[in-house]
């Protein structure tokens, strides 16, 4: 017996995809190119008014022209023709439409929402499941189905429901920059057909999807979403950001997806109570998804700080202790070891936190960090910090090998351990002219699964709420 | 009658400067060749132990050979003959030593300690005033002295008194990315002889600093401290970060500055009733530098929000609301004329926030922020922030065009208008590949006045920190 496909199979893993607006200067082509970009698996059909070839593949002129009854529709065509596009689709046998189109009920407008309720009307008349409108749609790697040209074409474990376009374009990108690879991602603006409830059931059965972070401007039904919440957080870390959280805020969402938000106190609880890991920023939703999906847990919070530079040092033990982890001594053994090695230690400090001032760079380095980390029963958990300013302390021609001996150090720490451990590049600490030399290393130490932050507190926080996380997992809260 | 100099003036503004260790592989080669490279102004003298020539300049093989008492000597000798370079510095009649070389009390042995007081001993006797040890010293681009390759040769009115070394490349460096000019900038070390003090009460009575900044890990005598920082409270604004304010991280500061750090309480109380402006990181510092010396103080808090990006435009008004600012109705008039500038205005949002969508990049960009910037009588402050970030709607072989479309918009805004605005360059929202054009557009920016921040909460923050303290003066707080 063949068993029955879920409805939003057709949302992340659609077998074939129409993109009407496929024509220069108009969005369609925009998704078509992406998907063409993006390696999509499937059938992909282009079609615009004009028919003709459109990106090497033959185009049609309506729904109705294509040979088959397609699983996924992206629809880029004027707001007010979208209710009886859903109908034509409904009668071709499509699954799935997804509309990008805005001007609906966010625009704020009697029109807007009467067209809003159009297009619910023709999806739930004709049988047609609706993504949208307002939004971006899915990025399913597995598929090779993406909205931008540049995400990762592997998959992972983490699924990303985001009510904003922008933001799933910016969040998405940044947290594959630094490691995260992702399940599935779906822009879902206005959500008027499926709504987050629908995703958030379709995620928690997921088995590709083990850790899911959410960007949300408005609730549509708010049991339902709580129930579904709390089901999803029993099984899976749930990250959440809700976006119109103060009441100028709400009034902007209102005319971005058309969210009504409500208390955000009431929220709070809400969300606490069902186990739901809120964040503040997306900055902060990829430190922690950074920290979910890279870092081996850490089984306490005694620290190992290593790092170059005194005050750098000193702040770094002042973020990491104001969110809650210490310091244990380095023990003698180690300390001894270390000092035997070098003939001359001014500047450097052999405590815990070690600075290890310019040998960071030096032929010594890598020495120092494997002997720091790979000794470390003393500490759970070390943390790299590294600047790559040039400060005229440097010459500059020798600049490149410096850095690749301070990155090797590095790679060859991690490829001799298993412990926790994670790098911090911060962005002040780096000079303007460094800068592609810090996206450089933070690419080489992504790719063999260090986890990068770009703020010292940003980590530490991260790496608090995720030891919070499992802490109260563990006391059964 | 001959006024006296104040003896801070030579280490600020040093008519003559020896530097020893001023050969091929020594850190005074790097202290020559930044003063060298910043066109100090008065006469320069390298020494070393061979003589010859070094950079072009005639070495002397000890202060003893000098043609003349210099007024500053950069000390980059052992940490042992330290005492006794001082001595003969002073016999010479050098005014002040900066001791570049660490080793002293920071290092946390009974030698270190015993060799710090022998510096303090060898000063009061000679008659000569020391710098550090353990700093990089003056930076004072009036005279050309500076202690890296890249500082900014103009002077401002910002002056930056900093206990690290690191942090003060740092900190001054990222704030003259952004447009905030130094009167003087110190890395004033373990405080031995000069303290902080006393560089306070010399930038108290020093005309060209209007606004200081403070990065302290240790004060050396507290009820002076606290008169001398109450005293300048009340003529300057004092922006003050505590290194080492945990219990942890006051450790690791006595390692790195010999500090020894009291009770956080107690310092915040006594920081809060000076009048001092705390912050809590590097970043924050910056930021609020920038607020201080590059926005006009705004009147209110009516905000007006212009950017591209729904999601990100709920989450900057987030992040303003929860600073204390609110965003008025963007007047019916403004918002007429707008709208009948442009035939299709989808994805547009015209209230306050406004969304400009893909506008902000177009041809009407230019008139869309005149307009709402120029007749924003409305909001006593406006908000730019723009994402950078090629999500694949935008072609990228124009996207140089955009970009400059969108920067041209801001400059215009900028030349025609005294009114506070500032613009908000999210490093998340900035993809990767257009970092070096988020760089070219903060340059220019930059260079026209304008605030740039990296992020939307910190720019808050700081104008929120600004105004505050604007209204504590006002209340006469």
Same mark, same amino acid.
């Given at each position: 017996?063949?068993?029955?496909?879920? #409805?939003?199979?057709?949302?992340?893993? #659609?077998?074939?995809?129409?993109?009407?607006?496929?024509?220069?200067?108009?969005?369609?082509?925009?998704?078509?190119?992406?998907?063409?970009?993006?390696?999509?698996?499937?059938?992909?059909?282009?079609?615009?008014?004009?028919?003709?070839?459109?990106?090497?593949?033959?185009?049609?002129?309506?729904?109705?022209?294509?040979?088959?009854?397609?699983?996924?529709?992206?629809?880029?065509?004027?707001?007010?023709?979208?209710?009886?596009?859903?109908?034509?689709?409904?009668?071709?046998?499509?699954?799935?439409?997804?509309?990008?189109?805005?001007?609906?009920?966010?625009?704020?407008?009697?029109?807007?929402?009467?067209?809003?309720?159009?297009?619910?009307?023709?999806?739930?008349?004709?049988?047609?499941?609706?993504?949208?409108?307002?939004?971006?749609?899915?990025?399913?790697?597995?598929?090779?189905?993406?909205?931008?040209?540049?995400? #990762?074409?592997?998959?992972?474990?983490?699924?990303?429901?985001?009510?904003?376009?922008?933001?799933?374009?910016?969040?998405?990108?940044?947290?594959?920059?630094?490691?995260?690879?992702?399940?599935?991602?779906?822009?879902?603006?206005?959500?008027?057909?499926?709504?987050?409830?629908?995703?958030?059931?379709?995620?928690?059965?997921?088995?590709?999807?083990?850790?899911?972070?959410?960007?949300?401007?408005?609730?549509?039904?708010?049991?339902?979403?709580?129930?579904?919440?709390?089901?999803?957080?029993?099984?899976?870390?749930?990250?959440?950001?809700?976006?119109?959280?103060?009441?100028?805020?709400?009034?902007?969402?209102?005319?971005?997806?058309?969210?009504?938000?409500?208390?955000?106190?009431?929220?709070?609880?809400?969300?606490?109570?069902?186990?739901?890991?809120?964040?503040?920023?997306?900055?902060?939703?990829?430190?922690?998804?950074?920290?979910?999906?890279?870092?081996?847990?850490?089984?306490?919070?005694?620290?190992?700080?290593?790092?170059?530079?005194?005050?750098?040092?000193?702040?770094?033990?002042?973020?990491?202790?104001?969110?809650?982890?210490?310091?244990?001594?380095?023990?003698?053994?180690?300390?001894?070891?270390?000092?035997?090695?070098?003939?001359?230690?001014?500047?450097?400090?052999?405590?815990?936190?070690?600075?290890?001032?310019?040998?960071?760079?030096? #032929?010594?380095?890598?020495?120092?960090?494997?002997?720091?980390?790979?000794?470390?029963?003393?500490?759970?958990?070390?943390?790299?910090?590294?600047?790559?300013?040039?400060?005229?302390?440097?010459?500059?021609?020798?600049?490149?090998?410096?850095?690749?001996?301070?990155?090797?150090?590095?790679?060859?720490?991690?490829?001799?351990?298993?412990?926790?451990?994670?790098?911090?590049?911060?962005?002040?600490?780096?000079?303007?002219?460094?800068?592609?030399?810090?996206?450089?290393?933070?690419?080489?130490?992504?790719?063999?699964?260090?986890?990068?932050?770009?703020?010292?507190?940003?980590?530490?926080?991260?790496?608090?709420?995720?030891?919070?996380?499992?802490?109260?997992?563990?006391?059964?809260?």
């Amino acid at each position: 017996m063949k068993q029955q496909q879920h #409805p939003l199979d057709f949302v992340f893993k #659609p077998k074939s995809v129409a993109v009407t607006g496929a024509s220069p200067g108009k969005n369609g082509l925009m998704f078509l190119s992406c998907y063409i970009n993006s390696g999509y698996k499937g059938k992909l059909y282009p079609i615009n008014s004009k028919g003709g070839e459109v990106c090497g593949l033959k185009a049609y002129t309506s729904i109705n022209e294509l040979p088959e009854p397609v699983d996924f529709v992206m629809c880029c065509i004027p707001n007010t023709a979208v209710p009886d596009f859903i109908r034509d689709c409904g009668a071709k046998g499509v699954k799935v439409v997804c509309v990008f189109t805005a001007g609906f009920s966010e625009a704020g407008t009697e029109e807007g929402r009467r067209l809003e309720l159009e297009v619910v009307r023709a999806a739930r008349e004709s049988g047609v499941r609706v993504v949208g409108p307002n939004c971006l749609g899915p990025y399913t790697p597995e598929v090779g189905l993406s909205f931008t040209v540049d995400f #990762p074409s592997e998959s992972g474990s983490v699924a990303f429901l985001c009510q904003s376009g922008g933001n799933s374009v910016s969040t998405t990108r940044e947290a594959a920059a630094r490691g995260v690879r992702f399940s599935k991602v779906i822009s879902y603006g206005n959500a008027c057909n499926i709504n987050e409830c629908d995703y958030l059931e379709y995620l928690d059965q997921d088995d590709e999807t083990e850790i899911v972070a959410i960007y949300i401007e408005g609730v549509r039904d708010g049991p339902r979403f709580h129930r579904t919440l709390a089901k999803l957080c029993q099984r899976k870390p749930v990250v959440i950001l809700k976006g119109g959280f103060t009441q100028a805020g709400a009034k902007a969402a209102a005319s971005h997806t058309g969210s009504l938000a409500g208390s955000d106190l009431v929220l709070d609880g809400l969300l606490k109570q069902a186990g739901a890991i809120r964040v503040d920023s997306l900055e902060e939703m990829v430190d922690v998804l950074v920290t979910f999906y890279l870092l081996p847990t850490p089984q306490g919070r005694r620290l190992s700080i290593v790092g170059a530079g005194g005050g750098s040092t000193v702040l770094a033990t002042d973020d990491w202790a104001r969110n809650g982890f210490f310091l244990p001594q380095l023990p003698p053994a180690i300390r001894e070891e270390l000092r035997r090695s070098i003939p001359n230690e001014a500047g450097l400090i052999l405590h815990n936190p070690v600075d290890l001032s310019l040998f960071a760079f030096g #032929p010594n380095a890598e020495f120092f960090l494997t002997t720091l980390v790979n000794r470390a029963d003393y500490a759970d958990l070390t943390i790299f910090h590294q600047g790559f300013g040039q400060s005229g302390w440097i010459p500059s021609d020798t600049t490149e090998a410096l850095l690749d001996n301070a990155i090797n150090a590095y790679l060859k720490v991690k490829s001799q351990t298993d412990r926790p451990l994670l790098l911090v590049l911060q962005h002040l600490i780096s000079g303007w002219d460094w800068k592609k030399g810090v996206d450089d290393v933070q690419k080489r130490c992504t790719a063999a699964g260090i986890p990068v932050y770009h703020s010292m507190f940003g980590a530490a926080k991260a790496v608090d709420t995720v030891l919070r996380y499992y802490e109260k997992r563990r006391n059964g809260a």
